[in-house]
């Protein structure tokens, strides 16, 4: 029978002429005579929408015609109807419904402890259209987990024709309702026969919490935890609502759905708070789409029991692996470029990857080029190949690794999971769509990009939202979140992001350097002279970066092709490209007593980024009037053998330098650390004053 097909009604039995004494605890064996207590016979047991109860917690079988396969899931039996719990005690109650002669023979549960072999027992709760048995379905697969069902395994049993089959096709026949030990045995019985799977989900039991209580007391033990499905009610309503279009249920309407909510809140919850009480509840919000839900009920499971995490395919080595996401403008990649030099974090961005791929016109790049021309997804398959094979090969001895804008989507979290690892931290920047929009658009004007325009930007903030921000909601669920707000400064947010780092990965330390300082100063100032004395009496590390960048040139670097290529093209090297550089080299002398930075920054975004990292002791301005420094070059130009050391190169190379520097001298002097020198003056009075900002003059 389809899963929404529904019976038609058993009438009820008929009432008896007297009521019948039986015994108060459920976990006795309930046997006709006045032996004391007030526990009927078909106390604990759940009943499906549209059949008559007689009493609480009862089941009515529905007459069924042809066989029923065990292993296909049905609907669990729903709830309807008044409370199914205790009912409040009163002096006009009416009387309760003797055991019938056929239940008597089946009443009793089969007593003695189950063993679990080592493997987990779960209940499976949720209210009408919580969608549990959706998602039960789908864990029990990929966890190797055992899915019962109670319904099920009393239809099942009827339509094999085995004796207790027989005896229930016969209290079916009389109208009666199953007792609670029959579901209780079925359910020993289907456990002892899944002795391969890693455990069990037993969806929609107990809907009681004396069900729950009978079944430990039966088995003698304990459910390892309750996977409970929460939804509120208007979601509920909607879903069934829009199911009773199709379905044909007449109790897909909203005044049953809202009764059948109700009798859930009352006897069900009940459950739930006792097990929540006991540290055992897995509370999962199924409000969610339902791929959402389900990498949500997947992670909370396997945080629960790590056991069945599956091995990781990537080797980190311990290393850290964060997901970075951001809509699109929120500053994600600022920040990356920043942390990454700061932490020393390999960064790897999906798209970069994809298009490197491309341009290396290996067999897999012309793969991928095939599928963008096409306009089709590029598989997952690929990118978690490409992302694989870039952290493989890194041998830079990062500590850790930064995947930019990735996952977009919730399926790409899941097979991220499964194939690769779990990530550490999630980065989360979350901005504004006004602030989204200024930032872009802004951008838009010399970016050249075509959907740096008001209608693509909004479109793709909707996109984002969508698809991306279930992923944030999933890692919030298992607590990997840390969310920053971006609506700030680049400073702002990089603090916000330290501090982050800090409380989540401690094991991430920031790089620190001992005493950097920044040499300004024109051409002809004399810095490389005072540079030279401070390397003979510090033995500081002195660094230009002219010289690395051609350095890097000359080595044939990875680095030096792209600067060549990009000064070959009368382009300015970009300034994450010379940041790179110049940290790569203090790191390369981290005993170092302190570093000389000579010629940088140049500009006030520069000026501006390397604070960011690397915060200077002292900035050292060499400071030459525009005649001076024209007389000194002239000078030397007369034995240099440059083509610049002319009057009209050296007066356009000052007064380049004074449009670019004389900002970034006013936000150091701001700031406290500027050292302004004469230079006008003889060497030695220059190199004194030098060396007495270092306490060695």
Same mark, same amino acid.
């Given at each position: 029978?389809?899963?929404?097909?529904?019976?038609?009604?058993?009438? @009820?039995?008929?009432? /008896?002429?007297? =009521?019948? %004494?039986?015994?108060? *605890?459920?976990?006795? +064996?309930? #046997?006709? $005579? &006045?032996?004391?207590?007030?526990?009927?016979?078909?106390?604990?047991?759940?009943?499906?929408?549209?059949?008559?109860?007689?009493?609480?917690?009862?089941?009515?079988?529905?007459?069924?015609?042809?066989?029923?396969?065990?292993?296909?899931?049905?609907?669990?039996?729903?709830?309807?109807?008044?409370?199914?719990?205790?009912?409040?005690?009163? @002096?006009?109650?009416? /009387?309760?419904? =003797?055991? %019938?002669?056929?239940? *008597?023979?089946?009443? +009793?549960? #089969?007593? $003695? &402890?189950?063993?679990?072999?080592?493997?987990?027992?779960?209940?499976?709760?949720?209210?009408?259209?919580?969608?549990?048995?959706?998602?039960?379905?789908?864990?029990?697969?990929?966890?190797?987990?055992?899915?019962?069902?109670?319904?099920?395994?009393?239809?099942?049993?009827?339509?094999?024709?085995?004796?207790?089959?027989?005896?229930?096709?016969?209290?079916?026949?009389?109208?009666?309702?199953? %007792?609670?030990?029959?579901?209780?045995?079925?359910?020993?019985?289907?456990?002892?026969?899944?002795?391969?799977?890693?455990?069990?989900?037993?969806?929609?039991?107990?809907?009681?919490?004396?069900?729950?209580?009978?079944?430990?007391?039966?088995?003698?033990?304990?459910?390892?935890?309750?996977?409970?499905?929460?939804?509120?009610?208007?979601?509920?309503?909607?879903?069934?609502?829009?199911?009773?279009?199709?379905?044909?249920?007449?109790?897909?309407?909203?005044?049953?759905?809202?009764?059948?909510?109700?009798?859930?809140?009352?006897?069900?919850?009940?459950?739930?708070?006792?097990?929540?009480?006991?540290?055992?509840?897995?509370?999962?919000?199924?409000?969610?789409?339902?791929?959402?839900?389900?990498?949500?009920?997947?992670?909370?499971?396997?945080?629960?029991?790590?056991?069945?995490?599956?091995?990781?395919?990537?080797?980190?080595?311990?290393?850290?692996?964060?997901?970075?996401?951001?809509?699109?403008?929120?500053?994600?990649?600022?920040?990356?470029?920043?942390?990454?030099?700061?932490?020393?974090?390999?960064?790897?961005?999906?798209?970069?990857?994809?298009?490197?791929?491309?341009?290396?016109?290996?067999?897999?790049?012309?793969?991928?080029?095939?599928?963008?021309?096409?306009?089709?997804?590029?598989?997952?398959?690929?990118?978690?190949?490409?992302?694989?094979?870039?952290?493989?090969?890194?041998?830079?001895?990062?500590?850790?690794?930064?995947?930019?804008?990735?996952?977009?989507?919730?399926?790409?979290?899941?097979?991220?999971?499964?194939?690769?690892?779990?990530?550490?931290?999630?980065?989360?920047?979350?901005?504004?769509?006004?602030?989204?929009?200024?930032?872009?658009?802004?951008?838009?004007?010399?970016?050249?990009?075509?959907?740096?325009?008001?209608?693509?930007?909004?479109?793709?903030?909707?996109?984002?939202?969508?698809?991306?921000?279930?992923?944030?909601?999933?890692?919030?669920?298992?607590?990997?979140?840390?969310?920053?707000?971006?609506?700030?400064?680049?400073?702002?947010?990089?603090?916000?992001?330290?501090?982050?780092?800090?409380?989540?990965?401690?094991?991430?330390?920031?790089?620190?350097?001992?005493?950097?300082?920044?040499?300004?100063?024109?051409?002809?100032?004399?810095?490389?002279?005072?540079?030279?004395?401070?390397?003979?009496?510090?033995?500081?590390?002195?660094?230009?970066?002219?010289?690395?960048?051609?350095?890097?040139?000359?080595?044939?670097?990875?680095?030096?092709?792209?600067?060549?290529?990009?000064?070959?093209?009368?382009?300015?090297?970009?300034?994450?490209?010379?940041?790179?550089?110049?940290?790569?080299?203090?790191?390369?002398?981290?005993?170092?007593?302190?570093?000389?930075?000579?010629?940088?920054?140049?500009?006030?975004?520069?000026?501006?980024?390397?604070?960011?990292?690397?915060?200077?002791?002292?900035?050292?301005?060499?400071?030459?009037?525009?005649?001076?420094?024209?007389?000194?070059?002239?000078?030397?130009?007369?034995?240099?053998?440059?083509?610049?050391?002319?009057?009209?190169?050296?007066?356009?190379?000052?007064?380049?330098?004074?449009?670019?520097?004389?900002?970034?001298?006013?936000?150091?002097?701001?700031?406290?650390?500027?050292?302004?020198?004469?230079?006008?003056?003889?060497?030695?009075?220059?190199?004194?004053?030098?060396?007495?900002?270092?306490?060695?003059?």
């Amino acid at each position: 029978m389809h899963r929404n097909a529904r019976p038609a009604p058993v009438p @009820p039995p008929a009432g /008896p002429a007297a =009521p019948m %004494p039986v015994r108060h *605890a459920p976990t006795t +064996s309930t #046997t006709n $005579g &006045a032996n004391g207590g007030t526990v009927a016979w078909d106390d604990f047991v759940p009943h499906r929408v549209g059949m008559v109860r007689a009493g609480r917690g009862k089941v009515a079988l529905p007459t069924r015609t042809g066989r029923v396969d065990p292993k296909h899931h049905v609907e669990p039996l729903a709830i309807v109807g008044h409370g199914m719990g205790p009912q409040p005690s009163s @002096p006009t109650k009416a /009387p309760r419904t =003797p055991l %019938p002669p056929v239940a *008597a023979r089946v009443a +009793s549960p #089969t007593r $003695g &402890a189950f063993d679990l072999g080592g493997r987990k027992l779960i209940f499976v709760l949720g209210g009408p259209g919580s969608g549990k048995g959706t998602q039960c379905a789908r864990i029990a697969v990929e966890l190797n987990l055992t899915h019962l069902s109670a319904g099920d395994l009393l239809r099942a049993e009827v339509a094999r024709g085995t004796p207790l089959g027989a005896e229930l096709n016969k209290l079916m026949a009389e109208g009666q309702l199953v %007792p609670m030990a029959v579901t209780i045995d079925l359910l020993r019985s289907a456990m002892s026969a899944s002795p391969g799977s890693a455990g069990f989900l037993i969806d929609g039991f107990p809907r009681e919490l004396d069900q729950g209580l009978a079944f430990e007391s039966a088995l003698s033990l304990t459910p390892d935890a309750v996977l409970f499905f929460d939804c509120p009610l208007p979601v509920l309503e909607q879903r069934l609502l829009k199911r009773g279009e199709t379905s044909g249920r007449a109790d897909d309407n909203l005044a049953s759905i809202q009764k059948r909510f109700r009798t859930f809140e009352t006897q069900s919850m009940p459950v739930v708070m006792h097990y929540k009480a006991q540290g055992k509840v897995v509370w999962v919000s199924s409000a969610h789409a339902v791929e959402t839900v389900y990498a949500m009920t997947r992670g909370m499971l396997m945080q629960h029991f790590p056991q069945w995490v599956p091995e990781p395919g990537l080797k980190l080595d311990g290393r850290p692996l964060v997901f970075v996401l951001g809509g699109p403008g929120s500053g994600k990649g600022t920040q990356c470029a920043i942390i990454r030099e700061q932490y020393a974090l390999s960064h790897l961005s999906v798209g970069d990857l994809l298009r490197a791929e491309v341009s290396s016109g290996s067999e897999l790049g012309t793969t991928i080029n095939g599928y963008i021309k096409d306009g089709q997804i590029v598989p997952m398959e690929v990118t978690l190949r490409l992302v694989k094979q870039a952290i493989d090969r890194d041998v830079s001895g990062s500590h850790g690794f930064l995947i930019d804008g990735f996952p977009r989507e919730i399926g790409q979290a899941v097979d991220w999971e499964r194939k690769m690892c779990i990530p550490s931290l999630v980065l989360f920047y979350d901005c504004p769509l006004a602030l989204l929009e200024q930032r872009l658009l802004k951008r838009g004007e010399t970016s050249g990009r075509a959907d740096d325009n008001l209608e693509s930007i909004k479109k793709r903030f909707r996109t984002f939202q969508e698809t991306s921000m279930p992923v944030v909601e999933y890692y919030k669920v298992l607590g990997k979140v840390a969310e920053i707000s971006s609506d700030a400064t680049v400073a702002e947010v990089l603090h916000k992001t330290q501090d982050a780092l800090a409380q989540h990965l401690p094991q991430l330390k920031p790089l620190t350097f001992k005493s950097v300082v920044f040499v300004l100063g024109g051409p002809g100032c004399g810095k490389g002279t005072q540079c030279a004395q401070l390397v003979e009496k510090l033995r500081y590390v002195h660094l230009s970066t002219g010289d690395l960048l051609r350095a890097e040139v000359a080595a044939g670097s990875a680095i030096g092709k792209q600067a060549e290529a990009i000064m070959k093209d009368g382009g300015m090297v970009p300034m994450d490209l010379i940041r790179s550089l110049l940290l790569q080299a203090m790191r390369a002398k981290p005993d170092a007593p302190g570093y000389l930075v000579d010629g940088y920054p140049r500009t006030l975004e520069q000026a501006k980024d390397i604070v960011l990292l690397v915060p200077p002791a002292h900035v050292l301005y060499f400071s030459c009037t525009p005649d001076t420094l024209v007389a000194r070059l002239l000078k030397r130009g007369e034995t240099s053998g440059r083509a610049d050391d002319n009057a009209k190169s050296i007066r356009k190379r000052i007064e380049t330098f004074q449009a670019a520097t004389v900002p970034v001298v006013e936000f150091f002097a701001a700031n406290g650390v500027l050292r302004d020198i004469d230079a006008a003056r003889p060497i030695d009075a220059i190199t004194r004053d030098t060396l007495a900002v270092f306490g060695a003059a």
